[in-house]
């Protein structure tokens, strides 16, 4: 087990001098509103009080951009075994087989109780309809609206959420910080344009903020996923671990301009084709699953036709399936790519990969816990063990709520046996004066560091390269992070450059290819290196 350190030059990303601030006083504070964050709202005791902070409004979160589906065995032809094998098969070795079948037993229970909250999945003859997607061996992704399931289960907890009396939400409020003390985890430090810096003491505080993926130029995500919940919990001390574990999905729409837009794996899961530039087939070269193979396999087969034919992308071809089951499966799908003019029923779609989903984070086990004390995590920001070194497809959404109800009862529970003891600590006094020599661009700064990920620690990694880009945030970290923001887009790029370095660093250490990441100098997976990565704060 490989275990690194890093220190950053500060604990808190701002000074603030509690005498001079507000102050908010919960029992259980919940950051992040995406769909583990509201199921661990909905599993508080009602007798608490809730407040869930998000930093944009509630609607906005990778969970509601996500397309496929949720997994689950509800077809009485499927079992445990075969959706508990396949997770383990394309986790290559590093899945927690005790944390895969805890998640994937209860996922039939969490797919009924979305149903009972009003999620309208669809349908086939009164059951619900279940599609097929790469690494699965049945059909068992129940989906919603066709393509955009996330955005129908997002409205559903929504509105169930806010109709909780004892739940609080604060939209567009950004967490700058964990408050800590000898104790453990005792809260966050908010800010919001209304009432500027808040302290949030809370008994227990749940880590839900999702992912990473804005770290790279090209990408699924939307704005929002700029790594802030890994960076905040870094400098609070929390575990991180396989931080080198991004995932890359391999078909994204490639308009040469225009934002990124996800076609879904259901896409190819209902029998679409993935063509060259040259119109050849050729996924059966890289695996006999063709474009049903997990996603670390399709994107690296991707990745080597661009190569081989110095074209910019490769093509999805849907032109042989029926246009009724277009226009029902993939209406969104098809009213993106309307946009620019392509009949996805008539016409080949421009695809290649992007970064889509950060399956590493911070550490927990079945019961949402962290290594720090007072501070649970669930959803895309951990590390639970269920995606291994890949992620199965329609597994994240599972594992939010899994994780999210796991978080939010523990929590709960700890928060009912503790009384009010809201002690202020002595904060931020590690602080020098801060720089205010000139200003910088923060958005060339940003497009500069997506672009470094994307180039040396994207879908094809190697020594040389990854050492070229930990120099170079070495150096955008001596003086971009000695630097006090007061807004939004600081912390972000300034959270963005942390959590790149422990994830360049993580690349740096693992000597192999496993799953997503793929080190082109050392191209076989090594034995002797099926472990977790874990890094920590130096000491």
């Known amino acids: 087990m490989a275990s690194l350190q890093y220190t950053p030059s500060h604990r808190y990303l701002v000074r603030f001098a509690p005498k001079r601030i507000q102050h908010s006083f919960v029992d259980v504070l919940i950051i992040g509103g995406g769909i583990a964050g509201l199921r661990a709202a909905m599993e508080s005791d009602p007798s608490l009080t809730v407040v869930v902070v998000t930093k944009d409004a509630l609607r906005q979160s990778n969970s509601a951009y996500a397309q496929g589906g949720i997994a ?84 559903a907890m929504i509105e169930t959420a806010r109709n909780q009396p004892s739940l609080q939400i604060w939209e567009s409020t950004f967490t700058i910080d964990l408050l800590t003390d000898e104790q ?155 946009r620019f003019d392509l009949d996805i029923t008539r016409d080949l779609v421009p695809v290649r990969p992007g970064a889509h989903y950060m399956i590493g984070g911070l550490t927990t086990g079945l019961d949402a816990k962290t290594s720090l004390p007072g501070l649970w995590s669930a959803g895309e920001a951990t590390s639970t063990g269920l995606h291994g070194a890949n992620r199965l497809g329609s597994n994240s959404l599972l594992e939010g709520l899994v994780f999210g109800r796991r978080a939010g009862l523990g929590a709960s529970q700890v928060a009912l046996d503790m009384p009010d003891d809201f002690r202020v600590p002595g904060l931020g006094a590690e602080w020098g004066e801060p720089e205010h020599d000139e200003e910088l661009n923060l958005v060339d700064l940003r497009n500069s560091l997506e672009s470094l990920m994307w180039r040396y620690v994207g879908i094809r990694r190697d020594e040389e390269g990854l050492t070229q880009a930990l120099n170079q945030t070495d150096f ?20 963005m450059l942390l959590v790149a370095r422990l994830m360049i660093q993580s690349a740096l250490e693992r000597t192999e290819s496993r799953g997503v990441h793929h080190r082109s100098d050392f191209p076989e997976p090594d034995p002797t290196e099926a472990h977790h990565t874990r890094i920590v704060l130096g000491t």
């Open 72 to 155: 689950g065995v509800i077809d009485p032809a499927d079992h445990f075994d075969l959706h508990s094998s396949d997770t383990i098969e394309a986790g290559k070795g590093l899945c927690d087989e005790k944390v895969v079948r805890a998640v994937i037993e209860e996922a039939p229970d969490r797919i009924c109780e979305l149903v009972q909250m009003g999620a309208r999945f669809d349908r086939e003859d009164g059951d619900l309809a279940l599609t097929q997607e790469g690494g699965h061996s049945h059909r068992r992704v129940a989906h919603a609206l066709g393509d955009a399931t996330g955005k129908e289960i997002m409205r």
């Open 184 to 338: 453990g985890c005792r809260g966050a430090l908010v800010w919001n344009p209304h009432h500027g810096k808040t302290l949030i003491w809370a008994k227990q505080t749940i880590l839900a903020t999702g992912g990473a993926g804005r770290l790279y130029r090209e990408t699924t995500n939307p704005d929002i996923a700029t790594a802030d919940g890994h960076a905040i919990a870094f400098r609070a001390g929390a575990e991180l671990r396989d931080m080198e574990m991004m995932q890359f999905h391999p078909t994204v729409l490639y308009i040469a301009g225009s934002s990124r837009h996800l076609i879904s794996e259901a896409v190819r899961g209902e029998g679409a084709y993935l063509r060259n530039s040259h119109g050849d087939r050729f996924m059966g070269d890289y695996d006999s699953a063709e474009e049903l193979a997990p996603r670390d396999v399709v994107s690296q087969a991707i990745t080597d036709q661009i190569q081989k034919t110095s074209h910019p992308c490769v093509y999805l071809d849907l032109t042989h399936l029926s246009d009724t089951l277009i226009a029902e499966r993939f209406p969104h799908i098809g009213e993106v790519c309307s």
């Open 476 to 495: 955008w970290i001596k003086y971009v992070l000695r630097r006090e923001f007061n807004e939004t887009s600081g912390w972000e790029l300034q959270n």
